[in-house]
T-cell receptor, first 117, second 112 residues
Framework: GAVVSQHPSRVICKSGTSVKIECRSL??????MFWYRQFPKQSLMLMAT?????????EQGVEKDKFLINHASLTLSTLTVTSAHPEDSSFYIC?????????????FGSGTQLSVL | GNSVTQMEGPVTLSEEAFLTINCTYT??????LFWYVQYPGEGLQLLLK?????DKGSNKGFEATYRKETTSFHLEKGSVQVSDSAVYFC???????????FGKGTRLSVIA
């Protein structure tokens, strides 16, 4: 079946540094990718929607200058957490919509646990 | 806005026990409803879905029925196995191309 690879699975960084998370669709083309985050004991919350070749659409309350999303190709989207702070510590997960399947199927990465010290 | 509420975990069951994970939703329209499962170290996978009232989704022995009158989509399995240990997410989608709205997830541990 379709696979979405997300790396890294876990990252620990110092406050003030930037962290990049990659999301790749391995065997399909994804015109749309979604980025979610989940704080402890909270729901998975949509952060942004990215379409290949265009700017991402951010949900209300998500700072676009802090969470940089690049969807440069049909198989790769990246999320960069800039100047990370401890409150950015969370579980981040991407999902990709399969272009070739009528766009109805979503596939998820395995997630990235970010801990900012 | 749309929202999903599912029972808090963790849930610990013995093998062959009956499982119910409650899920209720709030939506303005007529959403499609989903259960996703995340096994350790893997991404979320679609477990089952239902697209209209009274539909029953089923897969791998799991079932959930779309109940419009109670706005619920409870997940059930008659006899769980150790391999069912995972985190289960209830979700809804309002229309074809809108993003999913998730519940908080329920961690299930099945012990032999």
């Amino acid at each position: 079946g379709a696979v979405v690879s997300q790396h890294p699975s876990r990252v620990i960084c110092k406050s003030g540094t930037s962290v990049k998370i990659e999301c790749r669709s391995l065997d399909f083309q994804a015109t749309t990718m979604f980025w979610y985050r989940q704080f402890p004991k909270q729901s998975l919350m949509l952060m942004a929607t990215s379409n290949e070749g265009s700017k991402a659409t951010y949900e209300q309350g998500v700072e676009k200058d802090k969470f940089l999303i690049n969807h440069a190709s049909l198989t790769l989207s990246t999320l960069t957490v800039t100047s990370a702070h401890p409150e950015d510590s969370s579980f981040y997960i991407c999902s990709a919509r399969d272009r070739g399947d009528g766009g109805q199927k979503l596939f998820f990465g395995s997630g990235t646990q970010l801990s900012v010290l | 806005g749309n929202s999903v509420t599912q029972m808090e975990g963790p849930v610990t069951l013995s093998e062959e026990a009956f499982l119910t994970i409650n899920c209720t939703y709030t939506a303005t329209g007529y959403p499609s409803l989903f259960w996703y499962v995340q096994y350790p170290g893997e991404g979320l996978q679609l477990l089952l879905k239902a697209t209209k009232a009274d539909d029953k989704g089923s897969n791998k022995g799991f079932e959930a029925t779309y109940r419009k009158e109670t706005t619920s989509f409870h997940l059930e399995k008659g006899s769980v196995q150790v391999s069912d240990s995972a985190v289960y997410f209830c979700a809804l989608r309002d229309s074809g191309n809108t993003p999913l709205v998730f519940g908080k997830g329920t961690r299930l541990s099945v012990i032999a």
